[in-house]
């Protein structure tokens, strides 16, 4: 028990002096996973480096790279001058139309990071050119991809319908599906009221004289219109069609993908990528990555599974699922949604075998507790908007994200249990 209260200690201190402190937090939380694996652990070097997530660093900088790239030679640009063009100058609507696209994909099978990944630079550089303000945005593609994540056909919705099953529970894959759309839905709803597009909002980035109409549009750094198509541009859009389809349709890595096709681009046109690497979000990679390998050390003391177990086991079996979500909730917002759901879901089979709660209502409260806090900038979703953000504005982001995480895990899994589990009584 002392490793389990020495590691959760560790995490206090590590936000107690990132906020107190100009200190990066991911700095801090690999010296503390070192310090706190090998000396209250008893973990060697290579198991606390194992929580690395080496897959998480390669999307990050493979998306930041190729997007920068994409951003220096106006491809960006271009795709949102059609995008423009297609809405009719109508601004106000593209955060709803960026929902429903991620939702979408997701819904038909897209993993959400790959939608996430995909769609976030390009709505968020939409954002800056049209006065829309980009927490607004990036929120509406994170709950848009994880409004259709549930589907029966999608990734979150197999796992959890095959962790259901495995457990002996009575599922329900459309009850799932519309419970987690509906949840988000209406997350979007109050997001859009609080982070309005006109520059009120808490966590605008945008300029002071921004407007939510049409903004004209600058020419990028070759001095051509956005609508200009050259060959630069022209592979740079095959590029990014290669990531869609491979991330998309073949379930291909994003970040191996997205790195692919910069290297690609670069090797066409290396005179016109000086300066693109620098552009990736360093300083994010070591935030998202440093706290997840501290996470890892964590998990690997059984500090994870203890706090599980201690909720599950509590005499009120109610009480106990709530604790359940709130547990799920907090989890995930620092490591995988996957990994949660299928650690979770199992805890509660023997409150359900009580029979007094519903079971798909309480498969539905811990899903959707689950994914609901991935806009976290520790998340692999909130990550990537983080990362798309410009530069001097990242910082002013990152403590809005950081806020908004922290309200949604504080209240999200509460209403969750509200909403599905407390009905089925």
């Known amino acids: 028990m002392f490793a389990h209260i020495a590691s959760i200690g560790g995490l206090i201190i590590m936000f107690a002096i990132a906020t107190m402190l100009p200190?990066?937090?991911?700095?801090?939380?690999?010296?503390?996973?070192?310090?706190?694996?090998?000396?209250?652990?008893?973990?060697?070097?290579?198991?606390?480096?194992?929580?690395?997530?080496?897959?998480?660093?390669?999307?990050?900088?493979?998306?930041?790279y190729l997007f920068a790239m994409a951003q220096n030679n106006g491809t960006v640009d271009l795709l949102v001058h059609w995008g423009v063009k297609a809405t009719g100058r109508r601004t106000g609507v593209i955060p709803w139309v960026m929902f429903a696209?991620?939702?979408?994909?997701?819904?038909?099978?897209?993993v959400s990071p790959g939608a996430v990944a995909i769609i976030a630079p390009i709505a968020l550089r939409f954002a800056v050119q049209h006065g829309i303000n980009p927490m607004l945005m990036g929120l509406m593609v994170i709950h848009g991809a994880q409004a259709g994540g549930f589907s029966p056909i999608s990734i979150f919705g197999g796992i959890t319908n095959q962790v259901v099953e495995r457990a002996g529970i009575a599922g329900n894959q459309t009850v799932m599906f519309l419970a987690s759309l509906g949840f988000n839905f209406a997350i979007a709803v109050v997001v859009s009221l609080v982070f309005r597009?006109?520059?009120?909002g808490l966590g605008n980035a945008a300029p002071a004289d921004s407007n939510?109409?049409?903004?004209?549009?600058?020419?990028d750094a070759g001095a051509l219109t956005p609508g200009t198509l050259t060959p630069e541009r022209a592979l740079t859009l095959a590029a990014l069609l290669a990531l869609a389809v491979g991330a998309l349709a073949f379930n291909l890595n994003v970040g191996f993908v997205a790195m692919t096709a910069a290297v690609v681009l670069a090797l066409c046109f290396p005179m016109a990528q000086k300066g693109t690497v620098e552009k990736a979000a360093w300083s994010t990679v070591l935030l998202i990555c440093g706290v997840i390998t501290y996470i890892g050390v964590l998990q690997k003391a059984g500090t994870i599974d203890w706090i599980g177990e201690a909720a599950s086991q509590l005499g009120q079996p109610l009480l106990?699922?709530?604790?359940?979500?709130?547990?799920?909730?907090?989890?995930?917002?620092f490591a995988s949604s996957t990994g949660v759901l299928g650690a979770t879901i199992p805890l509660a089979v023997p409150l359900l075998a009580q029979g007094e709660l519903s079971a798909i209502g309480v498969v539905a409260a811990i899903a959707v507790s689950t994914t609901i806090v991935d806009a976290s900038p520790f998340s692999t979703n909130g990550a990537l908007v983080l990362a798309n953000i410009e530069a001097d504005k990242r910082e002013r982001f990152l403590?809005?994200?950081l806020i908004y995480a922290a309200v949604v895990t504080a209240v999200g899994p509460g209403l969750t249990w509200l909403a599905f589990v407390l009905p089925g009584l």
């Not at 200190?23 to 090998?38: D, E, K, P, S």
């Not at 696209?101 to 897209?110: C, E, P």
């Not at 939510?212 to 020419?219: L, R, S, T, V």
């Open 23 to 64: 200190i990066n937090m991911g700095a801090i939380a690999l010296a503390a996973a070192f310090i706190v694996g090998t000396v209250f652990v008893d973990m060697p070097v290579a198991a606390i480096l194992a929580g690395f997530p080496g897959d998480l660093f390669v999307t990050l900088v493979g998306i930041t």
């Open 101 to 110: 696209v991620a939702a979408t994909l997701t819904s038909i099978g897209a």
């Open 197 to 200: 597009s006109d520059g009120h």
């Open 212 to 219: 939510p109409g049409a903004k004209p549009m600058a020419a």
């Open 320 to 333: 106990a699922v709530l604790l359940l979500c709130y547990v799920a909730g907090i989890v995930s917002s």
């Open 399 to 401: 403590k809005t994200l």
